[in-house]
């Protein structure tokens, strides 16, 4: 919802790489008609330089919904999702969510959806490092026979992450499968590096239907995503290759890109997708 002068309000949750890179989208006037009002960080005191312009930084759950935000975007992580996505929707804000794999837990789930409901509010998931989302959810009246997807990342993004007790990463040459399932598990194995599997189950024939594979690929420098459907609607192939951020490779550039689109979306007169 967006308040009487059409100006969106925005509540962010998260100061990390993509937090800075939506803060930024949104102080740059990239994100349409929105003010950023408010960002909810774990400790304010490593934020003190932080540069704003005007825009409240605390550590305070309290504080940050009493700047009444319309909708607050998470770019915080799973756990963000646990703790702020109830919350958000019962203070009458619209809740954005970039960590969208923390659904993959079909309890929280369906508590937050049932929380949407009984608040009159929206859980907006914006297609972020992937592609073709509105397709496949159109598709998926049809009905959809089936929908895969393949993730390859180069080695820098596997760092600290689960791909280390598979393959050892200062050593491997060849491109190298290291999970083959569907969606509810590989959001559990990589909570950070495969949320696009999450929303891609979420638009189209869900979790356990949505087929993934892995893969860490020292042959290549960016973060790849293939998306292949077949139904009633005909079939898709959509490959997308994202930019990882300089200073996060498990985060691409698109993802805050993505954000301020949603986010002008809510006021455009022009709504594409």
Known sequence: MTSSENTTRVGLIGYGTAGKDVAEAILGGQAGNSRLVAVLVRDVAKYADADLDGCHITDSEESFFACTPDVVVETAGHAAVVRYAEA????????????????????????????????????????????????????????????????????KAWRGTFAEEVVDLDTITQPTVIFEGNARESSRVFPESVNVSAALSLAGVG???????????????????????????????????????????????????????????????????
């Open 207 to 273: 979790f356990e239907a949505t087929q993934v594979r892995v893969l860490v690929d020292p042959t290549i420098d960016k973060n790849v995503h293939e998306v292949s459907a077949k139904g009633l609607f005909g079939e898709v192939r959509i490959e997308v290759r994202n930019t990882p951020s300089p200073s996060n490779p498990k985060t691409g550039y698109i993802v805050a890109m993505s954000v301020a689109r949603a986010l002008k979306n809510l006021s455009s007169p022009l709504v594409i997708g």
């Open 88 to 155: 958000s929707l019962a203070h009458g804000c619209d809740f954005m969510v970039v960590s969208v794999g923390a659904f993959c837990d079909q309890t929280l789930y369906d508590r937050v959806m049932a929380s949407a409901e009984r608040h009159g509010q929206r859980v907006l998931v914006p297609s972020a490092a992937i592609a073709g989302l509105d397709r496949i959810a159109a598709a998926a009246q049809g009905p959809l026979e089936r929908v895969t997807l393949t993730t390859r990342k180069p080695v």
